[in-house]
């Protein structure tokens, strides 16, 4: 077991300045020098200029007590403020006012206590600083043994340390108690649910019409010129009765239009896209904050959350920032309305990664 | 007869404090508290008042937030807004977010208790903060206090955990997508993820369950632990006594200041009004979460300057630094290092610091109580460990305002991520550096003001026509500060009983060479006299 | 003795002061009188032939080098043609345009040009094909609907410029400028021109009484303070932590510093 080394000159550590005899410890590797300096003693006192002065004493006086009553006069106008700055409809003006002035009102309340009873502790309280001994924390070697002893006395009563199979049978029940409390809280997770499933799919089908967000308006394929951006939701998604956000949460997409030309497509994506306009889920690959900072000209499209960059021109694939998958591109074509539609669901899951994704 | 008129006069005579005074003691006991405790000593340093500075603001938000309780609720229930404020008027909103929208427009003095409690929170978790960089780089972590350290720390997560949970309530687009990160970074969770990303929303994001889940830990759980863990922080203050700085005539067996009846109960109680008054001013004349500009929680829209409260800013900057494409699949499962990686550091920096006083206690082997606070320069590993500390962590939280760091500068986003990027690692070790040498070179400044005194600024012509600067000497009060401090030499290896030497006696001289192979001693009586002797 | 005021023929000292007074009265009254100034919507035909043949000149004169004599676009500038009146009137009449220096993007500045210029220009431009037109009044002065603007504003805008129009930063240097003192007519016109990398937002996309409900909001947001008090900027969280820590902390370390203090 190593020793602990006092390297150079040291003392026992009973005649240290550093340590009284009762908090004698192993001193580790302290270096405590045998010709150190003896603590002084208390400063004289000095005196304050309030305690010398009487004018300045009874200034100071006067102080304390007019900020005790500029506090009650900060109270008044604090419920004062709350009548007369009431809140008119449709006006945040109104709401301005009031919020200043029973506020203001309050910090005077407040901080006209507070500096007086500082103020009158700093140059009026005549106290003498107070000295409390320290006593060991682990307490006297008596109180120890004292414990001891009585731990000593209850094992022998009790047989705790003699009866073994009582004693672990015990201590495996406590700690299997807590269980059922905490297979309970299961309860919080929904019973029914296949989460990979969910996750995997989309509101989006064979012939879901695109629709504007939030309006719910179908859009044509000729609504949308080069340099266009437009926010998509599934048409249908405003009527669901429940889970319109869950549903949105996995179906927006960001619609654009580029010159084909710019465009550098798969092979066999090339007929996901309809004459440059182009549909990607706006759910980023990262930890699923909207990406929609779409730039027309450098086609990058930016998240604002962790500054994931995707370039729209070359299937959304990530050119800087923390993620790692390209937006995934929505199949679309256009109906014989002139309505672009989707040609089917996403075909992967969006947004976030999870464990199951492959 | 005499002595019934004098005792009946006498019982006339005792005024009503005392009679009262005496009811309520003869029932709780209260004078031998009042006895023992009345006069007790509190150390008087500033930065012992950070602790009461996070105290004070608590109570802020426990009443602040009582108040907020009457008038919010937390359901999301599909609600159309009706009431002061126009451009939400029709707009479809969950009723937790209509609600708060009522207490800022339609409940008076509603928005200025919304922002007190705010605001306080956010002072709350900056005041835990900077107390605990004083308890660190003062050392007052050391024995008897490891455990208050650890309490401390949790104190410290929680206060976070509060502050996450309860902006998340109003349900509006800044937090909704916070928790979309939050629920993204679940998901990236290997095995347990996907499930535990259900458990938390009950189902798939958001779900109509969140909001009600968060109140209940918000208002009910965490306030509760904080306030036992506040009670068990502070009663070990207590039993320990504070630590006070060294000084003439304090002494690790003493502790030395103003009594608590009557200075340190006027100056504290004072302070506790200020700081209220402090967080008030600035409720009454800041804005703090404008939720009417963000709007209900959609999962459409996004503000550009998408950023959590300050003290979840390490975690998003963690998150914004990682390099491009660290996930991949594997087994047919995706592995997202992307997320595993910054949770995997965040973690690691938290069971450090949370252990520092284990560490450095088994490298010191030094087992007695310690009460006399170290002056940060005299602990210079320590000090410039806790500087590459604050660099990593103030990199990290630096990152996560990165683009409101390009607009305000005029830099790329991408300049500012490549440079933080370098800086969060290359960082701290430069301020350990230059911090552990400047502590060293103050501590020899100390040692040359004990020995030679203050430069007086005096010059005088010596016979011979030379020219020096007086110095002043220090009296035995200032020079007591300079002295007595302790000083750590590295550990020796030597031989266990069996004769050899284990590999966790070499790493514990390894880490005792790195922490004090750099010495300043301090100056000792013989110094001094041989130093005079032959100067003079 | 009653001293009159002594009629010495010295001036009175304020008499300098009273002579400059009244001779950058005079000037200034001179020149507002007599300037056509920016601040006064010149009412220009659209059609006439004098205002293309104005617009060409000052086309000529500022634009060609970058923009090509008929704006067909160089190496340095695109080609205008088909931009519309609208793309002219807000990139010249918020001082992007002319352009003083290559960089991510045009910086707005000082405009170089009188309003009644800037109109030339445009019906120049607009002249060489067709193109959006700067909007009709009523569109653009408010009085549309704030909360459906509001809705369109944070869907389409905010991740961009942020949701109380702040600002916000993009790709490469490049940034969503704050709209917190453009004007109506401006916001218009970006929306349906996509101004350098702002994406286009044509009628289709969001309809004229959509942007005129978006500009409603925007303006709505410029006439009312915010009822919490200073905004910092509505920048967020981060203005929010910053002034936490340096003022509300500083100011509370500053106290703690004089409590403690020994008092003289």
Known sequence: MAQDDHSGTEVAAADSSHAAPEFAGSTGTAVI????????????????????????????????????????????????????????????????????????GATLALLGIGFGAVHWGKSLMTSPESIDIRHPIGGTEATKAGAVEVFREADEESGFSRRSVIRNSLIGA???????????????????????????????????????????????ASDITVGSAFHVIPEGLNDLEHGRLEEKAKAAVLLMRLEPSELNQAPDRESWSYDGIVAYSKICTHVGCPVALYEQHTHHLLCPCHQSQFDVANHCEVIFGPAKRPLPQLPIAVDDEGYLIAQSDFTEPVGPSFWERS | MSTTSTRSTALEKRSFTAAASDYINDRTGLAVAIKGLGRKAFPDHWSFLLGEVALFSFIVILVSGTFLTFFFQASMAEVHYDGSYVPLKGVEMSVAMASTLDISFDIRGGLFVRQMHHWAALLFVAAIGLHMLRVF????????????????????????????????????????????????????????????????????????????????????????????????????????????????????TNSVGPPVLPIYAAKAGGFMFIIWGVISLIAALFTINPI??????????????????????????????????????????????NILVPLIV??????????????????????????????????????????????????????ASSDILSTHFSLTIEGVTHFLQAAVIIGPFIAYFITKRVCIALQKKDREIVLHGYESGRIVKLPGGEFIEVHQPLDEYERWRLVSYENYAPLMIRPNARGKITAGQRARAGLSRWFFEDRIAPVTKGELESSHSTHH | MNRSKRRTGRRSPLATVALLALGLVFTGGAYAALSTGTAAQAEVDPNSQETIEQGKKLFQANCATC????????????????????????????????????????????????????????YYVASLGPGPDIPADHLVNGGGDAANGAELFRINCAMCHNVAGAGGALTEGKFAPPLNDVSGVHIYEAMVTGPQNMPVFNDLNISPEDKRDVITYLQYVQDNRSPGGFELGSIGPVAEGLFIWIFGLGAIVAITVWITAKSN
Do not use: C
Request: hydrophobic share 45%; no cysteine; aromatic share 12%.
């Open chain 2, 292 to 337: 009417w500009n963000y709007g209900p929680y959609d999962p459409s829209p996004v503000s550009a300057g998408t950023q959590p409260d300050w003290y979840i800013g390490f975690a998003d900057g963690a998150l914004r630094l990682i390099p491009p494409g660290w996930e991949f699949v594997w087994l047919d499962r995706t592995w997202s290092f």
């Open chain 3, 67 to 122: 923009h090509g004599l008929s704006a067909q676009g160089t190496d340095n500038g695109p080609s205008l043609i088909g931009v519309g009146a609208a793309s002219v009137d807000f990139q010249v009449g918020t001082g992007r345009m002319p352009m003083q220096m290559q960089g991510p993007q045009a910086q707005q500045k000082p405009p170089q040009f009188t309003d009644e210029q800037v109109k030339q220009l445009a």
């Open chain 1, 174 to 220: 406590l700690l299997v108690f807590p269980l059922p409390a905490v297979v309970l809280f299961r309860g919080l997770a929904p019973q029914d649910q296949m989460p990979v499933e969910l996750l995997s799919h989309t509101m989006w089908a064979k012939g879901t019409r695109l629709a504007l967000d939030p309006s719910g308006v179908p859009i044509k």
């Open chain 2, 346 to 399: 965040i973690g690691g920096f938290i069971v450090t610091v949370l252990l520092y006083p284990f560490i450095e206690a088994w490298i010191k082997g030094d087992k007695r109580e310690h009460h006399i606070a170290d002056r940060p320069r005299n602990a210079p590993t320590r000090t410039a460990i806790g500087a590459a500390g604050v660099t990593f962590y103030a990199g990290l939280w630096a990152a």
């Open chain 1, 33 to 104: 020098p045998h010709d150190g300096f003896e603590n002084p003693g208390f400063e004289p006192h000095r005196p304050r200029v309030t305690d010398e002065d009487a004018s300045r004493q009874k200034r100071a006086q006067r102080t304390v007590y007019t900020l005790f009553y500029l506090s009650i006069l900060g109270s008044v106008w604090a419920i004062a403020a709350y009548m007369l700055f009431p809140i008119e409809s449709n006006d945040v003006g109104a709401v301005r006012l009031n919020n200043m002035f029973v506020g203001l």
């Open chain 2, 137 to 252: 780089f003062t050392g007052a972590f050391r024995k008897p206090r490891e455990i208050n350290w650890v309490f401390g720390f949790i104190l410290f997560i929680l206060a976070m955990a509060e502050g996450f949970t309860g902006y998340s309530l109003p349900d509006d687009l800044l937090s909704g997508n916070g928790l979309r990160i939050i629920d993204g970074m679940v998901k990236g969770m290997p095995i347990i993820g996907t499930w535990t990303s259900f458990l938390l929303f009950g189902g798939e994001f958001p779900g109509t369950d969140i909001v009600g889940r968060l109140y209940a830990l918000h208002i009910l759980l965490l306030p509760a632990l904080i306030v036992a863990l506040i009670a068990i922080h502070v009663g070990y203050v207590f039993i320990h006594k504070h630590t006070q700085f060294a000084g003439p005539g304090r002494e690790p």
